[in-house]
Nanobody
Framework: QVQLVESGGGLVQAGGSLRLSCVVS????????MGWFRQAPGKEREFVAA????????AYANSMKGRFTISRDSAENTVYLQMNSLKPEDTAVYYC??????????????????WGQGTQVTVSS
């Protein structure tokens, strides 16, 4: 089992920045990928970014490239999402997710077996 706890969400003006954190506990030695997803009201959950737990390789949704950065601190069992140049359309609940699978599409929600409770990010115009 893996437990995920997100923090760092809040209200920010357009153009501002936020850093989300996700603390991972439990079977962290079996974790292969960590991902961030988001879900806006009335919309499906969408991929934001992912990182390989051991090698640190990253992947991003096209609309987040250049604005968002995913990173991890293996010693602290924490994954971060640095979000810059935020836009009102970035408003959503952001979820951290963990995958124990050795293969899978990192952009797909089905790849991830563990999810955090989510943290609200609201960007005002």
């Amino acid at each position: 089992q893996v437990q995920l706890v997100e923090s760092g969400g809040g209200l920010v003006q357009a153009g501002g920045s936020l850093r989300l954190s996700c603390v991972v506990s439990g079977r962290t030695d079996s974790t292969n990928y960590m991902g961030w997803f988001r879900q806006a009201p009335g919309k499906e959950r969408e991929f934001v970014a992912a990182i390989g737990w051991s090698r640190g390789t990253t992947a991003y949704a096209n609309s987040m490239k250049g604005r968002f950065t995913i990173s991890r601190d293996s010693a602290e069992n924490t994954v971060y999402l640095q979000m810059n140049s935020l836009k009102p359309e970035d408003t959503a609940v952001y979820y951290c997710a963990a995958s124990m699978r050795r293969t899978g599409v990192v952009t797909a929600t089905a790849t991830y077996g563990y999810w955090g409770q989510g943290t609200q990010v609201t960007v005002s115009s």
